[in-house]
């Protein structure tokens, strides 16, 4: 099994940055793909953006692209999330997921495991 922990959420204003990680521990894949996710209040859960576990390749929603970077460190287990000139509709749960797919997958039903999420905030 495979465990995640997401960190790195808070509050920021308008233009600001933060930079979430995601911490994995537990049995480890020979592939598979690392991916964030984020849901407001009363929306559904939507993709933000995606990395291969050799980190060889990413995959970014329209939304935030040019904005956040997702990276990876194979040697700490851990995947990041740069998000840069926040807006307030960046304002979510941010959840971390994995899938055991080789191409990236866009629907939250293809990811298996998931991490409890971190609140990120953006203030105007």
């Known amino acids: 099994q495979v465990q995640l922990v997401e960190s790195g959420g808070g509050l920021v204003q308008a233009g600001g940055s933060l930079r979430l990680s995601c911490a994995a521990s537990?049995?480890?894949?020979?592939?598979?793909?690392m991916g964030w996710f984020r849901q407001a209040p009363g929306k559904e859960r939507e993709f933000v953006a995606a990395?291969?576990?050799?980190?060889?390749?990413?995959d970014y929603a329209d939304s935030v692209k040019g904005r956040f970077t997702i990276s990876i460190d194979n040697a700490k287990n851990t995947v990041y999330l740069q998000m840069n000139s926040l807006k307030p509709e960046d304002t979510a749960v941010y959840y971390c997921?994995?899938?055991?797919?080789?191409?990236?997958?866009?629907?939250?039903?293809?990811?298996?495991?998931w991490g409890r999420g971190t609140q990120v905030t953006v203030s105007s």
């Open positions: 997921a994995t899938a055991q797919y080789y191409s990236f997958r866009h629907s939250p039903n293809d990811y298996v495991y």
């Open positions: 537990g049995r480890t894949f020979s592939r598979y793909t």
């Open positions: 990395i291969s576990w050799t980190g060889g390749s990413t």
